[in-house]
Each structure stands twice: as C-alpha cells, then as structure tokens.
C-alpha cells in the first residue's frame, strides 16, 4: 500500500519525522522517496508571446514567474499569449539529471523553459492528448512562483508499507491517518460530502438474499466520461493504478483514500430495474472485467441484475455492464461483504483484485457510506454528474463486537513496561477504543470498528506497546542461578534422533499449519485450532499429526524420481490448549537396496515394527500392537494400535490407497507415537544377569483362525508359563493345501529356563500342557503333530 504525503494532509497534519514514526510505531516502511526530484520549477505567465526573427517554429516569450520576468525561447506550436505554464528556470534539474542554463538560441536570449509533461517525467500513455505534442498549462488563472507540483498531484513525499494480513486499516489513507492521528496525539478531520440530487427518482431496487452480503448501497448518476484530470491521473500512478478514464478513476481514488471499494455498472446494460445480491449456482458462469469466462459455485456471492449475473460481489465486476467512452448513465454501488466468502472466492478462481484485498482484511461499515457520498461528490466535479433522486439501501444486522477484559497487572507483566491504569485508558482512548473501568486493575475495552484483527487482551498489549513505544522499554539482562544442562527428556530426545538416523533415516521439519482435510483422517488431539486470516486454505489449521507433513514430503521427492524413502519427524502437534511431542515415521519402497551381498528388503508392516522395537529398546518402553481399522488415513487390514500399559500411545500401518492416490505416492508405511506420554526422569534399563542353568527349547505347530491377532496368541503363550518363558518367536506362517479355508497354520518356538535350579522334563511338559489347552480353548487351536 502507498501512502502519499499530499492526499494524507486532508486529514492530518503530516508531521516531518513521518518515516521514523510509521517504521517504529505503525508499520516497517519498504520504501520512502519524494514523489518528484525535480527542483526550482515554479508557475508562471507568458505575458508576451513573438516569433523568433531567425526561426520558422521557435517563440520569444517573456513569463511572469512571481519574483521576476525571465525571456525564454521556445519551440512548442502550442505555446500562446497568457497561458499559465510551468518554468524550469535556470539551474532547475529535470529527469534523467537534464540541467536548465543560460543560452543563446539563434541570437535570442533564453533563461529558463518552458515545460511539457514529458520533460517533467509523465508517461507519454498517461499525458492528455491536448498536452501530448506541446507544453503542459493550466486551464485557469493560478498563483505565479507556486510550487507547480502540489496541482499536478506530484508534490510531497510516498511511503511503500510492507503490508502484514492483520493490519488491514492501514489499506487507506484514512485508516492510516487514524492510526497516525493517534501517535501524534491529533484529531482526524474527515470533510463533510454536500450534494443534492437534481433528477427525479431512477426507479431502481436493491434486494439481498445472501447473508454474506451485509449491505448494498445503490446511486443512479448521468456522467460523462472523458479523461481525468492530471491530479487524479497522478494519485493512482503513484499508487500503482493504471488510470482508465474519470468514472473508474474516481472509483479506484475512492478505495484508496477511504478504504471503500466501490463499482460503477453502465446503467443502460443492466436489463432490468432490480439489483439483487444472491449466492451463485453451481456451475453458473459469469465473463469478468479481465473477459475471462469464471464458473462459479454456492459459495461465490453474485451480484445480478434479477436473473444475470453483472458482478462476481467483492471481487470484481461483469464484462457485459462495464464503463465504456460511450457510457452516459452509471449506477454505483458500495457494498459490504463477508471477508472469509470474498477470502475462499478470489483464492479458488485465482482472481485478485484491489477491492477483494481490502474486503478479505475487513472493510468497516461506517466506510460504505462515507466512500459513496465521496465518489458522488467527485462524479458531479470531475464527470458533470447529475444526481438521481434516491440511494437505495438494503442491509443486513451486524454481529455485535465483544469487549476485551484487559488487567493492568497482566498487560504490565507481558510488556515489561510500568504503566498505570490512567497511562493505558489515555492511550486507549487515542486510539479510538471505547474504554469501562470495572476495577484498579481491570478495564473492559472496545476496539475500534477499523480494527478487525484485534480480539484478546495480547492484541490490546501489543497496541498500548506501540503508542508508548518500542524505544522506551528498558533491556533488562538475563541471569541463571546455575549452569545449564541437557534434562533427561532432552537428552533421550537426542539419543533417539541419532538412533533413527543409524537406522538409515533422515530427519525432516515440516510446517506447523497443514489443511483442515488432512485433519480428518488422523486420531485428533483435541479441538482444532484454525487462523482466524491463513495466507491459504492449504495452511488454515494447526497440525494434530505429523503424518501429513512426511506425506508431502514424501510426494516431493518422489515427483524428483528419488525412491526408497526413510524419514522422520520429532515436533509439536496441537489442540485448544493442547500441545503434545510426537514422533513421526514413514517408510517406503526398500528398506534395503539389493546388492551382489544380498537381496533387496522392501518395507512392509514387521519392517516398521522392526523399527519400532528398537526405538521401544532405547525408550525402556514396553509397546502392545493391537489390529484395529478404526484409522481411516490407513488400510483397514493393514494396521494397528500401539499401547502403552492398556493407554493408546500411538498407531502403525500402511496409508490408505485412497490417500496414496490422493497425494499421488504409493507403498508408503507410517508411524506416530505420543512422546509426551512418556516419563523420562529415570532410566528404565534394568540389568538382567545370564542364567547358569541350561534352557529347553519346545516347538508347537497349530492352526487357528486368520481372524485372530498373533500378538494375543503369543501373549497367551507368555502369560500361561510366565514364571519359566524367557522367550515366544513366531517362525512360521502357512496358507494353502491341507490347512482349511480362513485359517492359518504357525509354527512358535518356546524357550524356558528357571534362574534358581535346573529344569525337569515334568516342568516343562506341564507347561507345554497348559499351553495347549489355553490355544485350544481361547483360539479354537487344532494342534499338528
């Protein structure tokens, strides 16, 4: 956004240190220059206009500049007697560093020139034709020896604010001029509009069958479009707009001065006598400004003319009701809409526009208004508009605002800084809140109906810091009672990231914000926590999983042909007053690239398990795997719970086809356990001395179910003879000829051993005894012999 010196006087005094102030207490500042370098340029009056004596196009002009009467030759055919123009005298310094002196011309004495656009630096496409070929000069009697620059719109200093998504008061010179009024301690003067209409009433409507449509406000006006004015022209150049001709001009002038986007339709294109504000249909089609056909959907707000469509409502205008040179009668709208709908319109057509800007950011009501009347003021001074009778209004209620409690003690404490109640009430109140007392240390506070990014009591801090000022808090230097040191967590958290990285895996850090669809399909936290104005959809939430983020990582490098992928990701997931630790796995293609050692190893779900023994090892964790399908991101058979003492810690398993398709990758395994339910105070490990009596290794062969869980068969096994198992290995899996339809043959080794004396062969058939019955009864287990 542009700030121009000379438009932002009309409501303020601009004081001289206005850079210092804006880049410390408003907004960083990218750029500050003056808006002309040309120097001792000034008016002046040709009061005597010759032919040169030794020159068939070339002038003898004397001009009255104010302090003197300067002779000057000039060329230009347009140049007559009592024009007032504009003098480089002698000394001056033009574009492209074109000094003015002294000279001879053919004999005749020259002190000066006489200026055209073109020499002062104007864009030849921008010049008005009757000034194209010739010198610049006013159309009426002005001030000789005056600054000709403040008339042309060119005088001053610009400012290029770098722009941020919660200050969008600051999209106007007077939104800017509030927020500067109120560091300078000052009054914003806002000039009252004075027109009335001269035309019987235009017999138009306006209806509003959207609630993303809060206000519509209609004038109807005869004009005539031509060009604008040089003063005009050169506020919309300086503030990168292309101008068009007077009626859009005044538009565009509107939106940047008042911070009101406004739209002005050819009245005699519109095909009937209503406007209507209506939610598109689906696949309705409207031509834009820009002649790009746009389909548009439900969620698109349509301005119509009660059947067509003549304008895509906040963001830009219809094609086919357009301002044109033979546009006679215009009507003009100023509107309101709902910034989030303007917001999800522009972004999904891929449609921006100055007005669409200023409406995603919030556009107060007040301004609706204030940016018509002013335009209306404007079309009868620039456009000889003629004023029908009747704005027509139509308007929606407001959600009321809600006040912000705000303790003196806590705003302190955050700021650093010592203020008293009456310090931050004064400071308030210049910046336009609305301020109750409840007690010493509490007010309730309303911010100002410009302000739509200010919502909890940090926003209203943060505001009192800047009108105080950032300068004048003091540095306070940090002390430690003792040396720093690593905790146990931090130091187990390094411990399993070189673990990770020495099974082959490469550390990855992902963004925060994912998009609220990618939320769905994971086991959630707690509430979703979503930015109130996201830079886009696809980072609008804050993750409660960091599966998402290694799938887009892992869609990234496949699309640059690398394969056999292994990361990982250690962060922070969140909910409403929720932050936990996770850890992230994903796995794809090999896990071992063959080699003339060996053959390849691809990853599938006892690789990832595999993975996760070791990180259980390194924990002093103990995890149960138990087969669910309730994940809906991955394959329903091919997934599981992890349990940490009968609590869910985590989950394992291939992505669902449907997310590998969606994501575009394929043959990819996941992980994610809750660090945070982990307790790191003391090392697990516990030292197990090696038996001195000698173990007995039984193998039993049975089949069972394919329905049950192998893990509870093998925990059965344990719990049976726990006092004499020290070992359950799973070491074959059959299907096919001679095992029955659904079930599965397996194969398990037992291994027992007793610390405190030597094993019988009763103790151990015993066992094994119990064993079979247990499968048999709790598995239905046929055993083989």
Known sequence: MYILENILKKFIDVPNNLFEITNQNMIEVDEYSLLNTSSNLVIGKVIS?????????????????????????????????????????????????????????????????????????????????????????????????????????????????????????????????????????QKVNIPKSSFKPVKPHHGMKVSIQSTNCLEYRLAVLDVEVKESPLWLKNALIESDIRPINNVVDITNYVLITYGTPLHAFDFNKVQSKEVLVRQAKPKEEIQTLDEVKRVLSEEDILITDGKNGIALGGVMGGHLSSIDDHTQKIILEAALFDSKTIEKTSRRLGLKSDSSLRYERGVERSRVALGMDKAIELLIELADARLYEGIEVASLEEKQPTWIELSIEKNNSLLGIDLTLKDIVDILKRLNYEVETIDSDKLNVLPPSYRKDILIPADVSEEILRIYGYQQVKLVNLSLSQMGGLSPKQKKMRSLKKELVGLGFNEVINYSLISPEDVLDYPIVGETVSLLMPMSEDRKVLRQSLIPGLIDHLNYTLKRQMENITTFEIGHVFAKDVEKNHLGILMQGNYIDKNYLQHHLPVDFYVLK?????????????????????????????????????????????LHPNIEKAHDVYDAFVAEIDLSMISYEKDTLVFDSISKYPSITRDLSFVISKSHAMQDVLDLIYQTARKLITDVTLFDVYEGPNVEAGKVSVAVSITFNNKEKTLEKTDVEKALKSIRNRLEFTFKAFFRE
């Open 49 to 185: 206009c010759l032919d040169h004596p030794n020159s068939d196009h070339l002038h003898v002009t004397k001009v009255d500049v104010g302090t003197e009467i300067l002779d000057i030759v000039c060329g230009a055919s347009n140049v007559a007697l009592n024009q007032y123009v504009i003098v480089a005298k002698v000394g001056a310094i033009l574009p492209g560093d074109f000094q003015i002196k002294a000279a001879k011309v053919r004999g005749e004495s020259s002190n000066g020139m006489i200026c055209s656009l073109k020499e002062l630096g104007m864009d030849e496409k921008y010049i008005p034709k009757a000034f194209s070929d010739g010198i610049f000069f006013f159309d009426k009697e002005m001030p000789l020896g005056d600054n000709p620059f403040k008339y042309l719109g060119l005088d001053g200093k610009k400012l290029l604010l770098g722009m941020t998504p919660n200050r969008g008061d600051l999209l106007s010179h007077l939104g800017f001029a509030y927020d500067l009024a109120s560091i300078t301690n």
């Open 610 to 654: 595999g993975v996760l023994n070791k990180i259980e090892t390194l924990l002093g964790v103990s995890l149960k795997y138990v087969k669910t399908s309730d994940i809906n991101a991955l394959h329903p058979g091919i997934q599981a719970k992890l349990l940490l003492k009968d609590q869910v810690i985590g989950y394992m398993g291939k």
